[in-house]
């Protein structure tokens, strides 16, 4: 069955921490997985993705870390800023390149 | 800078009324989808399209009709509104299927 798990459903740490994000699928065949983020009142917006040729993709102060064995993934925020604050929704897809998208998890940076 | 835009912006329509939400995309893209978003809930994919004259259906087509008369213009209808139909609906194109893709502002439809 396709399915994106996000965890947690929310999420809230201080300026200056480490923000960690985490999502699991279960086909084994997606082999792309973006992360998008929304803010309030706006539409979602891509941030970051990676295919699973490599297991970690950087951006600024965006990680996605990929363990392919354990069908896990994860985006890390490197020194949270409030501006950061938004949903994040991950999402996986296969060869019918359909997006299945996780449920998203809401951070709120607190300054 | 892709521009894909939606109309109406927000609707409120009656229960078994019919709805048609519009996009349109300058992008050149060859993929349009269609989503919804409900309160505090990820995207379910309607349909979506990859060419012009062909729509496919996504996860959760059932009560939606899509319509792709060109490349630029993408639509959804609802023949027969229902009160679950109440979400936020959200127009997107990408230039491939595992590429970006770039979203509507959303149109927020009420049926009463």
């Known amino acids: 069955q396709q399915q994106v798990r996000q965890s947690p459903q929310s999420l809230t740490v201080w300026e200056g921490e480490t923000a960690i994000l985490n999502c699991s699928y279960e086909?084994?065949?997606?082999?792309?997985f973006p992360w998008y983020h929304q803010f309030p009142g706006e539409s979602p917006a891509l941030l970051i993705a990676i295919r699973p040729v490599s297991n970690k993709k950087e951006d600024g102060r965006f990680t996605i870390f990929f363990n392919k064995r354990e069908k896990k993934f994860s985006l890390h925020i490197a020194d949270s800023q409030p501006g950061d604050s938004a949903t994040y929704f991950c999402a996986a897809s296969g060869s019918n390149y359909q997006l299945i998208w996780g449920s998203g998890t809401k951070l709120i940076i607190k300054p | 800078e892709a521009a894909v835009t939606q109309s109406p912006r927000s609707k409120v329509a009656v229960t078994g009324g019919k709805v048609t939400l519009s996009c349109h995309q300058t992008n050149n893209h060859d993929y349009m989808y269609w989503y919804r978003q409900d309160t505090g809930h990820g995207l379910r994919l309607i349909h979506y399209?990859?060419?012009?004259?062909?729509?496919e259906k996504g996860d959760i087509p059932d009560g939606y009709k899509a319509s792709r008369p060109s490349q630029e213009n993408f639509s959804l209808i609802l023949e027969l509104a229902s009160l679950s139909q109440t979400a936020v609906y959200f127009c997107?194109?990408?230039?491939?299927?595992?590429?970006?893709?770039?979203f509507g502002p959303g149109t927020r439809l009420l049926v009463l």
């Open positions: 399209s990859y060419v012009a004259d062909s729509t």
């Open positions: 997107a194109s990408s230039r491939e299927g595992q590429d970006t893709q770039y």
């Open positions: 086909d084994s065949t997606f082999d792309y």
